[in-house]
């Protein structure tokens, strides 16, 4: 069968069946469609990685279309817990291969996942609701765990990063349209001091600095995959994609998300090939003064950032006011912290705590919740993440992954920047992607055999390379 035709497939009768079982029609047929699904994964574990990779359309289905309540908010850890039956089969009926694939990125997750649990015995005041925070944290994690230990070969890898640019491509096209149709926007949206803004896009999330910590999260990945490309066409399509969602990004107006995604992309560059990062840095800076020059709205929301109004603002319900009492209370809870889903973060909002707001860092938001030791361990992860996915690169023989891997590394980069302007991790889709990416460069580099990653070098290959790091 035709790989994208799979891939629909698979993805039409989740949904059909889904769908089925909410209508009550017909729900022995449900049933027995999820039970097709569920043989297919058994049949070819690789297809379950896909899951991860169609979060986007799940999370958007079940949420905005179905709405109801118990499958919006459980659909993902079923989805983990097949996954988790799917690779158990896999290790019970593949004697061939190891039970269990190791990477060099395992054991800092691992770690910081057993810190979670034990502070959520020292420390949590109200145990449930700690374990409800320990799951925010935790939960997303383990997709990493699922790409790593299922996929099977590098088009399966492929594949996933070609299902979230196509996602990406759909969420920035309704975005685009959003712009268009100048779309009502809040009015706390926009500070009424920077002048009249049209609108801010958001797409299919609740806000437009969401929608961009999901674009800087898949702009790098699509650059990538545009110069890991040698089909013609696709590199059309690739380069149709970069565009379009580099609209999209536009138009949210969000600062954090333009920043972080020009570093991502300048961290590519790095990667790929040191001598141009000058003449990309003076590109990349001649293109931000036209676009300041001649979209004014931008131009606002810029210098508004460098204006004494903003700091006025800020300091007294904006960021700043936040930032300082986080480390208030940072200072008050400093070795063990508030407890997990305490302040700062999705839980403690959804349950009301400690007068809490949405603390725009998620470091600071970790410190305040889990204590000097917590963000001691969350800031090795991230920095191991970052460094194991960049050494991963030198050990991956195919060109085209290579650049793969470097526009993911990329992202994350972006991503572990702009942590400490946003909450990025807690949000869902985000975070899974993050720790499925992470995943997708691990299998590259330490999934296979050494002769397996041998067979996909050649000669041109080889000459390329030494072009790049020349």
């Known amino acids: 069968m035709n790989k994208i035709k799979a891939v629909f497939l698979f993805t039409g009768v989740l949904i059909l069946g889904l769908a089925a079982s909410w209508v009550g029609m017909l729900p022995v047929m449900a049933l027995i469609v999820i039970a097709a699904v569920i043989s297919i994964l058994f049949l070819d574990y690789e297809k379950a990685t896909l899951i991860v990779a169609l979060y986007t359309v799940f999370d958007f289905f079940l949420r905005s279309v179905i709405d109801h309540p118990f499958l919006s908010s459980f659909w993902d850890e079923a989805a983990l817990l097949l996954c988790a039956a799917v690779w158990l089969y896999k290790w019970l009926t593949s004697v061939k291969e190891k039970p269990f694939r190791k990477t060099p990125l395992d054991i800092s997750i691992i770690l910081f996942m057993v810190l979670g649990v034990i502070f959520l015995f020292i420390a949590a005041p109200d145990f449930l609701i700690g374990i409800e925070g320990l799951r925010v944290v935790i939960q997303y994690m383990f997709w990493f765990f699922v790409v790593t230990q299922l996929l099977k070969t590098a088009e399966g890898a492929k594949r996933i990063l070609n299902i979230l640019v196509i996602s990406g491509l759909l969420v920035s096209l309704y975005a685009i349209y959003q712009f268009i149709a100048a779309v009502e926007i809040p009015a706390h949206w926009v500070d009424e001091m920077e ?10 999330f ?11 999260l898949l702009i790098p990945v699509s650059v990538g995959l545009f110069f890991g490309e040698k089909d013609r066409a696709r590199k059309l399509y690739y380069g149709g994609v970069i565009f379009v969602m580099g609209a ?3 138009f949210t107006l969000s600062r954090g998300g333009w920043i972080f995604c020009f570093l991502s992309l300048m961290v590519y560059v790095w990667l790929k090939n040191r001598k141009f990062f000058v003449p990309s840095l003076l590109i990349m800076a001649a293109l931000f ?3 300041v020059i001649f979209v004014p709205s931008v131009a606002n929301r810029i210098l508004y950032l460098l204006s004494p109004e903003y700091i006025e603002s800020s300091s007294k319900g904006g960021r700043i006011l936040r930032a300082i009492q986080g480390f208030e209370l940072f200072r008050e809870n400093f070795w063990t912290g508030m407890g997990l889903g305490q302040f700062g ?8 705590l400690n007068k809490t707001f949405s603390m725009d860092n998620y470091y600071l938001k970790t410190a305040v919740e889990m204590g000097i030791f917590g963000l001691t361990a969350l800031v090795i992860l991230m920095y191991n993440t970052v460094m194991w996915c960049s050494r991963a690169i030198s050990k991956i023989n195919d060109i ?6 470097r526009g993911i590394t990329a992202s994350l980069v972006g991503i572990v920047m702009y942590n400490f302007t946003e909450n990025m991790l807690e949000i869902p ?8 990416l992470a995943g997708v460069v691990m299998f590259l580099a330490y999934g296979r055999s050494q002769s397996e990653r041998n067979m996909e070098l050649n000669p041109d290959d080889v000459t390329h390379q030494a072009e790049e790091t020349g």
């Open 195 to 204: 002048g009249n803004v049209r609108t801010r896009v958001f797409s299919i």
């Open 206 to 216: 609740t806000t437009p600095n969401m929608l961009a910590g999901y674009l800087s």
């Open 248 to 250: 999209a990004l536009l």
């Open 289 to 291: 003064v036209f676009t």
């Open 345 to 352: 973060g999705s839980v403690a909002l959804s349950h009301k």
């Open 400 to 405: 085209a992954q290579k650049d793969w891997a």
């Open 429 to 436: 889709l985000i975070s899974s992607y993050f720790w499925m």
